[in-house]
């Protein structure tokens, strides 16, 4: 094991219930609801009957609804683009509307902040530490925002193909570096520098953006990427929820999430498992806010890889793990662990 090592999200309900009742949130607090199995039937008979909320009524069609899928000819195995699934953004690559909507970006924060799980703290640990940090599907880029409001001093760069995302870090901070586009196409805008080979001491992936990566070339061209830019000390940090506890099972409308969103209106989060294919998890999120006339619905596939895979894929690309955990505490990684949490370094 390296030494080094041996010393400290997203979206969806991985976190145990009684982290997410006792998080505070930045400016209101979380209240995790739970409504039976049958609330999708039940609401029907209350809207028959005139007795179900505005605010609830607005979000049982959405529930209830089929997704419409509509193929594309453009489309991965598993990434179905459609009314609510991912959208092309460049060169057809597809980003899953709750990143690049920006309606649906907007909430990503109230639903996912900082003390919603302890990779937060685990996280910021590490780039405190480090000179130069690339975050790579850095989504609104908590992690550097907050490294600079901590007084971090080196270079701190976001990538994301989600436009929508990085809107967000960026109106709060310019004194980082927010960069649109993905290790594979490098920035999207023609006018921004590539990222040098070597360049960065730390490269993290956080909030399980690793599972957005649904297919072996995907993976491979990813982790080619990060080889090249990762200095000869340099450390990839990430992490991939364990395929072996099955976390999905507990993506369903039984939890329901709701939290004050943006000024203070009330947002409600609820998935749907859709589908499961080998390693690929399909679900879907519907979104309502207070005033919104109907839910937003988004539909993603993750990638769920074992330690095995996972090490395969890291081994190919130059990189040796030095040290993997099965939870934010460093805890073993075991059969039951939650989290596959891996230190690579370059090989
Ligand atoms: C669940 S969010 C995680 C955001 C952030 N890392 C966090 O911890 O809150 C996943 C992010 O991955 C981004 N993403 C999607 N496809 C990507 C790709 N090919 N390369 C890099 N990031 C990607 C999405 O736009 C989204 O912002």
Known sequence: MDQYDSGGLGGL????DQVLLNAQAPRRPVVESALPPVWGDRAE?????????????????EWNRPPALMPSPNVRPGRKSGDNGPQALHNDRMVDRHFSRTELAELYDYFNHWNVSPQNDFYIDLVMQADSVLD???????????????????RLVGLDPAEAMLEVGRRDRDDVEWILGDLVEGPYDGETEPLEKGTFDLIVMSGHAFQVFTTDEELRANLASIRRLLSEDGRFVFETRNPAVRGWEAWSPERVRTVDGPEGRRATCVHRLREVQGDLVTFTSDYSVEDWDEPQVSRSTLRFPDAETVNGFLVEASLRVSAQYGYWDRSPLTEKSAEIITFARPA
């Open 136 to 154: 790579v599907g850095c989504g609104t880029g908590k992690l550097h925002r907050v490294a600079r409001e901590r007084g971090h001093t080196g």
């Open 45 to 61: 008979l209350l809207i028959a009957s005139g007795t179900l909320p505005a605010r609830a009524r607005a979000l049982v069609p």
């Open 13 to 16: 309900f991985d976190v145990p």
